[in-house]
């Protein structure tokens, strides 16, 4: 299958300041990429819908000035979690499609906020 | 709006046919039933897709009831490496449209 890399695959960072999370597609280029926020024992929750070169589609209840997406190219899409809290520890999980196949995830990322 | 309902969790015995059945009774005449796995602490990996009839790759079989209302994931010869949450999700082809998890099924395989 294709491959979706995320970086960095943990990171800590101290409360109030701003984290960006990066998600490419290696060998396909992603039409479309969503994020998504995993809590313990708990499934995907989808966090936001975005296509190259234009603005994210957020799901309801996510805040988008605290969750900036940008998609820039049709290989990339980085999310930035704005004034980190705590509450904001969660697994990130970014996925790929081209066209309308199926989609593809990334490894996640571990955010803690201390 | 997951629409699909899974068990919470099954056990299968190491070597023997895991059988993960998958409730979508309102699956409508353009949407997909597909099929990830998550293991722990990991991204999701795709298994397997279907419409309607029965479908099948290295990884496994997915079997689709005629009426569509349901579907069953077949995973052949089970190992502990296919210890993970499983994941049923429907889905439009044709759209551009999102993949919603729902609670999936924790499969434990038991050596």
């Known amino acids: 299958g294709a491959v979706v890399s995320q970086h960095p695959s943990r990171v800590i960072c101290k409360s109030g300041t701003s984290v960006k999370i990066e998600c490419r597609s290696l060998?396909?280029?992603?039409?479309?990429m969503f994020w998504y926020r995993q809590f313990p024992k708990q499934s995907l929750m989808l966090m936001a819908t975005s296509n190259e070169g234009s603005k994210a589609t957020y799901e309801q209840g996510v805040e988008k000035d605290k969750f900036l997406i940008n998609h820039a190219s049709l290989t990339l899409s980085t999310l930035t979690v704005t004034s980190a809290h705590p509450e904001d520890s969660s697994f990130y999980i970014c996925s790929a499609r081209q066209g309308r196949d199926e989609a593809f995830f990334g490894q996640g990322t571990r955010l803690t906020v201390v | 709006d997951a629409k699909t309902t899974q068990p919470t969790s099954m056990d299968c015995a190491e070597g023997r046919a895991a059988n993960l059945p998958c409730n979508h009774s309102t699956i409508s005449g353009n949407e997909y039933v597909y099929w990830y796995r998550q293991i722990h602490s990991q991204g999701p990996q795709y298994i397997i897709h279907?419409?309607?009839n029965n479908e099948t790759n290295e990884m496994a079989s997915l079997i689709i009831t005629e009426d569509r209302k349901s579907s069953t994931l077949i995973l052949p010869h089970a190992t502990l490496r296919d210890t993970a949450v499983y994941y049923c999700i429907v889905r439009p082809w044709n759209t551009g449209n999102q993949f919603y998890f729902g609670t999936g099924t924790s499969l434990t395989v038991i050596p």
């Open positions: 060998d396909f280029q992603a039409t479309t």
């Open positions: 279907g419409l309607k």
